[in-house]
């Protein structure tokens, strides 16, 4: 095979517990391409859709599928915080006097709706001063991050509210948004303007620009030998998007 027959587009089901740096040197082992990346990173503990790009036909691209809409499935706990934001850290209870009726929690879900400044977690990648948040977060040390602009086009409540231990409650949600927008601040920032903490329990990538997570192949299902059935070439990533790549 040429080598542009060798680049191209994996769409791959994230396991939990991976990052998606493991992701990506799994791929480069299976693949034997060191010019490898993802285009968008997901948290250790949420799984879902990750789009990996191989060679560098591929990866020079990459910038263009990170800037794309994506959708997200989630499961938000209220009546407790957590350092994270999420269910990997150390929780601190604010347990619910009364849990808000679906129709209250409606109402502060709507207020999240479309353009708003969020404040990203303390835990998360993005640089200050050249030294990463979650860096400084685990010394200590947590940076304060300036709020930034994102847009949240969907977010919709599917499920009701479940009652769980010690004054808390779970619902589910979908939510499409911006790219740069963190789904544990939404969690977080939703606890807040009920007068609680707030934080993700599970988190489930299911969409990225027009690719759907039932278009991906589950990571321990790539071999040596079948990957390239499932590269998807960078013409038709190309077709698809319906931009110059």
């Given at each position: 095979m040429t080598t542009s027959q060798l680049e191209g587009f994996l769409l791959i089901n994230?396991?939990?517990?991976?990052?998606?740096?493991?992701?990506?040197?799994?791929?480069r082992k299976i693949t034997g391409i060191r010019r490898t990346g993802h285009a968008?990173?997901?948290?250790?503990?949420?799984?879902?859709?990750?789009?990996?790009?191989?060679?560098?036909?591929?990866?020079?691209?990459?910038?263009?599928?990170?800037?794309?809409?994506?959708?997200?499935k989630a499961t938000f706990v209220l009546g407790a915080s957590s350092d994270t934001d999420d269910v990997t850290g150390t929780l601190i209870p604010q347990p619910l006097s009364s849990f808000p009726s679906e129709n209250e929690l409606q109402t502060a879900i709507a207020s999240f709706l479309g353009p708003i400044q969020q404040i990203p977690p303390a835990y998360s990648a993005i640089k200050i001063k050249g030294q990463k948040m979650y860096e400084a977060a685990r010394k200590g040390k947590p940076i304060h991050a300036e709020p930034r602009s994102v847009v949240i086009y969907h977010y919709d409540l599917i499920s009701p509210l479940h009652l769980e231990n010690k004054g808390t409650c779970s619902f589910s949600v979908t939510i499409s948004c911006s790219s740069g927008t963190y789904i544990r601040a939404l969690a977080r920032d939703l606890g807040h303007n009920l007068n609680t903490g707030g934080y993700v329990k599970t988190l489930e990538r299911t969409r990225i620009g027009p690719?759907?997570?039932?278009?991906?192949?589950?990571?321990?299902?790539?071999?040596?030998?079948?990957?390239?059935?499932?590269?998807?070439?960078v013409e038709k990533m190309q077709n698809t998007l319906k931009i110059s790549l």
């Open positions: 994230k396991p939990t517990d991976f990052t998606s740096h493991d992701v990506v040197n799994v791929i968008g990173t997901l948290d250790p503990f949420a799984t879902g859709l990750l789009i990996v790009g191989v060679g560098r036909g591929a990866t020079k691209h990459m910038q263009k599928l990170v800037g794309l809409e994506k959708t997200y690719f759907s997570l039932n278009q991906s192949q589950q990571l321990e299902d790539l071999t040596s030998d079948n990957w390239i059935t499932y590269l998807l070439p």
